[in-house]
């Protein structure tokens, strides 16, 4: 028996394996995790590696998916692709990669997807089938005798259960208008566009022949301050595109509970309703322009949100979303005709929102916690995802229990002087070191502001270099030319004028470093409260996801200084970008997913921190940096 | 124990029961059908009864369902009136009532539903629980606390669940965006309308505290020639108005095969399916009108037809219909929005029909055979449904086989110079006698053409006095001053111009006759064929109904007479008005019955007529007076 041995980079991992094993297979005893969600048949495309070193076979599918100058340059399909060589393989998983290359190159809020399956250990989400929740399928019934004469209709619907099982089938208006000639035209044979409602199949269009492309799907991430929408090929599961815009929201409050308030105000709740769809119609307009779709191919999307966002994007009143005893109007939605919001893709079109847990713990959670696989594993897991809102989910395949606490749009870039979303010309890392400061701002592009990985970044260099103390004021008496008073505060320079996009100084003053320090705290006393709750300690967690819109990266070990993180092992943590949109994806792109959404959000048992004392008190401790108790933080040395 | 009489009008049944015995046990005991939608609560207020003679204790109820003049009148519910002394009744069951008054007064198409539920032994159709398919249920959920913070719509949900049994629950959009509010003025007490899609309840409308008024239902029959549409009160079950129109598709074609080739010309399917709509809306507005009903209240629409009527309301292309295999697009149709096409009720409003069977085996049949209630009884029984098409069904509870043959319009008052539907004016019965015609009018109003009953009376008439022979032409060398010559064709006047509405003479011509007896010896070859095709003889059916759009009585001796209906004893024969639209409002006012409608029109067997050779030889034979077979009609004399 001949073993070949395969080095994957980047991870840099190499593991040998029997000749003739496919390279998906072989990076999966790796540990490698590998979008793969036609379950390695070769028909979604989007296990993508390239070949760096050695030789492969050609596989008959390598045109379908490749270009000529992508094929002389080594890519291949994991799935199709056996072992016959010693080789060295770069991973390019599609959705990982496009987004990455987007996020870069279009300098648009994206999420690091490629983290999140790249790098955890025990890890990511379960294996999901490809089954999007609208997709196409050709059949070919067979036509109709004297002695077999069925109505058109039944003999699809016969032709459906002989493909898909014994499932309750329904048809659309328009669909079956045109049904009659569709089927003949030519010979019986057609394809079906089918959208699931509950245990329902209902055929929304029909086309002659076999027409199995142009079916797209939307992912949908509602956040309080920002909508990030996901382009995905429903025939190949590939990510085709991604964008981010400012929630329009947010020129009517800052947080969610401002939004609730402004829909109380007459008209509100529509204006509020609007704006998000305007925001979605606009994510929609950018991303079939730059793949050229056309959006009457767009039949679905799936939208994570928190449970504010998903009333206010339906036009329910979420007034008793902030009384108490704090309920939501729904968790759980109906599906909606996107035409009836005022969506413009397909006139038949249809929206799928992710259910709630309740009033503070959102479908983003729940899609979350499914992408992060916490109800997949045995081990204890941790995800916190921190956006406008910071919310704790802790579990695993036994039990989930979750909380939520208000962070305030800091780490979003809102909040703060200069603070502004993670896009083009955003400072995401900085280090300051002599009286110098050297920062990276996406896109390599002049600097603009600071995102919340660089906010981050500043109050961990700031305390470090000992310009400002453990309750986040400036230290007194100090002399540095970056260090000014305007307006009666201190404020430290990051970038002058002349180095900025807008010939204005970048800075944080003292009001942002004590906005930054509640919302932090915040966020560590939810945690320390849900762990506390359950009786765990921080390593008792197998591993711990952050997700959130800080940027492209976040360093975990300034996170973990400021008190932002707990103290855990450096890599039980791993930083997973946008967990909600990801979790939209995968249910979008599989049935099974988006029904384990579902019995996700009801078997997840909420904590409600508003009315428990333990909380405000760990509030309280955590407003110093890292924290009132230093014993939390033993690997904090400053 | 003391015992007595009670004897019931019209039916002149008398019976004997014990003291205390409901009037309308009485009247099952008396073999009577009582209309008795609430199953005997005292709700529905559907069995009217006027005690004539002897003394009834007063109700409670009375004054829900009578004014005071009524009650000194002696009207009462039968199901709440128990039998005190020797009575003497009169059945006025409100939905036979009803519709008879209007059809009188009003002047319009109406069905003789009183005679069919109390003519038919052993007869009609099964008790179907009172359960609309739209229907308002007044529900008062628990408000939320702390414990239980379920979000309102699944305390609704609950709370539905406690009330209506296990079943998959949805709110529409519109429900939802206004539940938070409502459910909570005054204090969680909420009335919710549920419609029924299959296995699934949808609330489509919220309304705060009890208002379980305002829900009104039609049901519909979309004839070839003529349309039928009765406002129901889905409270109550009662039927408020009863109105038809002529089908405006008769511009496009006289017949169904007509239809379906115009619907093949550019734009014709459109015009056909617009013209269908503006005869539903054009009901619609006239009966809210006189029934001072808003329209908005009406939540739900349930239709029958024939298939390609069905198809044309919706909009389907019904070219295959007329092709060989004579394949339709569908049998079975989703339910649909109203709204999606163009019919002004409810905003969400439904409209469902009832299925078919097969291309020229409509849901007209199909709710015929349920109003009869074939498929409830273990002898077997017969249905036809003069229409247009002739369509017959003959079966038990055991298997029910049906056919069909184009009888073309003349016993719906088309396809003869003085033909008209069955409305004001039009002569429906008639005699000759000594050279003089006595007739009847609808409404007693001046004549103004002959509907379907009329004209068979004046057929058998013809005959009876030897003015036609058996081949219903005119004898030769006859001298009538009643009998001209007019175009080269004999006619005879049955009203001279001085006695019309419209100062012209109604009469018959040699073309009207050969018309009518095409139509009576395809509707009798049907029959014949059916009965044949199983082995049967006439009189081994139990009962055989007859509907059809004749009139408001048919004279069933004179239609056996001309060699329509089979030479069988008269008590076996009923005929019973519009069955269609009374399956219809069964299946509208009954969940169960509408799913037994889609059962019954899965289990109907389909025995196609035009490829049967036997059909067209009996054609041949039925085109005499009564048939060329005498044998066939022992008791036909002339």
Partial sequence: MTFFKIRFLPEEKTIAVEQGTTLAEAARQAGIFINNSCGGEGLCGSCRMRVLKGKTQTSALDNVFFSDQELKNGFCLACQTPAEDNLEVEITSASGNTEAQIVMAEGTLGSNQAGLVANTQPGPAAYYPFKPLARKIAIQPSPPTLKDNLPDL????????????????????????????KVREPEWRLTALLVKNKDQYRIQQIEPANRIQGNYGIALDIGTTTVVAQLVDLVTGRVLGVEGVLNLQTQYGEDVIARIVYAGEKGGLDLLQQSMITNINQLIQTLTASCRINREEIHIIVAAGNTTMSHLLLGINPKFIRLEPYTPCANIYPQISAKDLGIQINTQGILELIPNVASYVGGDIVAG????????????????????????????????????????????????????????????SLVIQNGQVAYKTIGNAKPRGLCGSGLIDCIYELKKNNLIGADAKFQRGLRDPRLLVQDQLPRYVLAWPDETEEHKPIYVNEADLANLIKSKGAVFAAIKSLVDYLGLSFNQLEHFYVAGGFGNYLDISKAIAIGLLPDMAREKISFVGNSSLTGARLALTSEMAFERCSTLAKSITHIELSNYQPYMDEYIAALFLPHTDRKLFPSVKY
Same sequence: chains 1, 2.
């Fill in 369 to 428: 916690a499914l992408a992060c696989g916490l109800p997949d594993h045995t081990e204890v897991q941790g995800l916190i995802d921190i956006g406008t809102n910071g919310e704790i989910a802790i579990g695993n395949k036994e039990w989930l229990v979750c909380c939520s606490a208000s962070a305030g749009p800091a780490f979003e870039g809102g909040g703060t002087r200069c603070g502004m979303r993670a896009v083009k010309g955003a400072i995401e």
């Fill in 154 to 181: 039944e003999r699809i619907f016969r032709e459906l259960r002989h493909e898909l099982g014994w499932h309750s089938y329904d048809i659309s208006l328009p669909a079956l208008q045109g049904l009659a000639l």
